[in-house]
Structures are given as C-alpha cells and as structure tokens.
C-alpha cells in the first residue's frame, strides 16, 4: 500500500478527518503529510486536525480530539443525551481539579474543574449530531449537575431537560439517587422524583 492509499485510509476511518498523530503512528513524515493536505484540498481545522472538503467540520469531536481529557457536561451534555432541543451556544467541559488549559477557554469554553471524587462519573461515549463519538456525563449525571447548579440555567433550560429526563424511558433512578448522593444533593433530586413520577 503506498502512502496516499494510507492516508486515504486514515481519513476514510476516522469519517473524513485526517490526524497528525495517526500520520506520524504510520511512520509518515510531515512533509508528505503537508503535500498531501495542499494536493488533496483538505483544510485545517485546529492543531494536528485536518478534514476532507466533502466534511462537516464537527466542533465537539475537534475539541475532544485536541484536549482528550474533557468531558462534555452542563447544557453540552443535556443535548447530547437528547434533554434539550436546542445546542447551546457555549460548549460546556469538566476536566480535573488542577488542569487549567487557557486554550479551552480562549475558545470560548465554559471549563468545570471537578475533584478526583466526581470527575469521570458517569461519563460515557455518545455520538454527536455528525456521528462522530465524545465523552459526555450520562443522563442522570447530566440532570444531577443541572440541579445542583440550578441558579446557572435558565429557568426555560432547566424545567425542560428535568421535564424531558423525567419522561424518557431509559432513566435510570437508582443510578441518578446513587449520583445525588455522591454530590449531597439527594433531598432535592427526590423531590423531583416524587413529583413528577
């Protein structure tokens, strides 16, 4: 197989994107990498990331790819997980206590730093709207979050992805109790629970 035939491969796999890492994993120099970018029209898209012309630039899937640590949560999650219609205009990440990445927010991020004891829980692999795979809190750690932050969302926001969790036939409630304890917010979470189920 000749390089361009690798390359081609590459970007066939990953759904019209091309990785710098991928590149240099296969033993591809940066040179060739560069002329078949400029023969082959592919665009930059961020550090590292390039994309067939034939491909919608997907801003999730770029962001997670650039900073793997991120976790999608906030509204971000919420639409994810089909709790909101609407995607927010700000993406919403959590990373760890202690990583602090300018860039996140120089993009115009909404960065959570969360401690050892919540960050990752309940995190899951989810599609986005152009099928590629993120790392976002499910569901009930969405909801949880949206609760226990209540004062940070729109009252419209709020009522709809609590209203919309609550009549999905996938919820889990145990898993959802499980989590409000972890984040001493079960009172509240019950009370929802009870009234609306």
Do not use: W
Not at 61 to 77: K, L, W
Not at 87 to 104: A, I, K
Not at 118 to 130: L, S
């Amino acid at each position: 197989m000749t390089k361009y035939e690798q390359l081609g491969k590459l970007i066939e796999k990953n759904n019209g994107y091309l990785f710098a890492s991928d590149v240099a994993d296969a033993d591809i120099s940066r040179t060739y990498l560069a002329r078949y970018v400029k023969e082959n029209s592919l665009e930059k898209v961020a550090k590292g990331i390039y994309i067939s012309a034939d491909t919608f630039e997907d801003s999730l899937f770029i962001i997670q790819h650039s900073n793997p640590i991120v976790i999608y949560s906030g509204e971000t999650a919420l639409y994810l997980n089909g709790l909101l219609e609407r995607e927010d205009s700000q993406t919403c990440v959590s990373v760890p206590s202690g990583h602090y990445n300018f860039r996140l927010k120089d993009r115009g991020l909404i960065v959570h730093q969360e401690n050892s004891q919540i960050y990752g829980m309940g995190a899951i692999d989810i599609a986005t709207n152009f099928g590629n795979m993120v790392k976002a809190y499910n569901k009930e750690r969405s909801i949880c979050d949206c609760i226990k932050n209540r004062s940070k969302y729109e009252v419209q926001t709020y009522q709809a992805a609590i209203k919309n969790y609550m009549r999905s036939k996938d919820k889990d409630l145990s898993l959802l109790a499980e989590y409000a304890d972890v984040l001493n917010i079960r009172d509240e979470v019950m009370k929802y629970v009870e009234v609306m189920i």
